[in-house]
């Protein structure tokens, strides 16, 4: 079988022109890549190759629908660290945590420094903005570390409606009465079609990204809101009894105002509905309707 006889040196200069395939195509290459760009290399010297760069931590191996990809790896920003071998330790452990972070715990753990050492690298590092902490809403006594340039992902602050760990309730009730007050406003503008009901009701739906146009162009949000957002919010009214929601023949969820028309009966409201005795409840006895305070209550209201 034809191929290349590889020496000592060819070795490295293969390695070399297959880390260059890499940079030319960053959305990563397979072996039918290499294989056309580099003819005379045979399979068991091109696997001896990627094996040793992947050992070296030059190539990350990834699966697709054509088999392996082979992408060249990001450098890690430790190797730039003017510092000891333990803080270049620990930014490589927060640097692979992304912005969902780490915990304290577990930096103790990958890296085997006692807690001492641990805590004196984390304020290195620190103190050169290499990395922060960021306090988790999930657990308020406890937070996660992390590069210091990163946006922390949602899961850690909880997104819009969370601000320094508290939950902001007035934002998002004032959302939720600006969203109601838009559907209303559509629905009184959708009661003068002409085309009947049907016409009427397709008049006030409105879809999600018009809301969210529309709460933006407010500027009642310090933050930037995401469709997410809207949807969250949207589903308060729906359960609110305020909303009901439907799709487009696309797919895309629309929403209109709800109104009651008709008031619940008055029987509906007793206290009989709800009450834990009423199974012995009767004409007579020690509990009846003529003897019940709650009952009298509700007569008088």
Known sequence: MAGIKVEAGELEELMGRITDLCE??????????????????????????????????????????????YKLKAPSKATNIRGDQEEKIVFNIVEKSGNVG???????????????????????????KLIKSVKCVNATKKKVYMLYDLEPDRS???????????????????LNQQCHRFLMHRAEKSASLKGGPLAVKNGSLVHGR?????????????????????????????????????QDEKGASMYRAVNFTVSTPGVVQSPCGVCPVIKDCGDSGSISPSNCVYFKDWLQF
């Not at 890549?33 to 050992?55: F, G, K």
């Open 24 to 69: 030319q195509i960053p959305e990563g290459i397979n072996d039918k890549v290499i294989q056309s760009e580099m003819p005379d290399l045979d399979p068991r010297t091109r696997a001896q190759c990627i094996n040793r760069l992947l050992i070296a931590g030059k190539l990350d191996l990834f699966k697709s629908t054509e088999g392996l990809l």
């Open 102 to 128: 780490i915990w304290l715990r577990d930096i103790r753990a990958q890296s085997g420094l006692l807690q001492t050492q641990l805590n004196k690298v984390l304020k290195s590092l620190e103190s050169k």
């Open 156 to 174: 850690v602050t909880g997104g819009t409606w969370y601000s320094d760990q508290d939950f902001e309730s007035e934002f998002v009730e004032i």
């Open 210 to 246: 018009e809301i969210l146009a529309h709460i933006s162009d407010l500027g009642i949000s310090k933050v930037q809101l995401r469709a997410e957002d809207i949807e969250a919010i949207m589903q308060t009214l729906i359960y609110d009894g305020k909303a009901e929601k439907t």
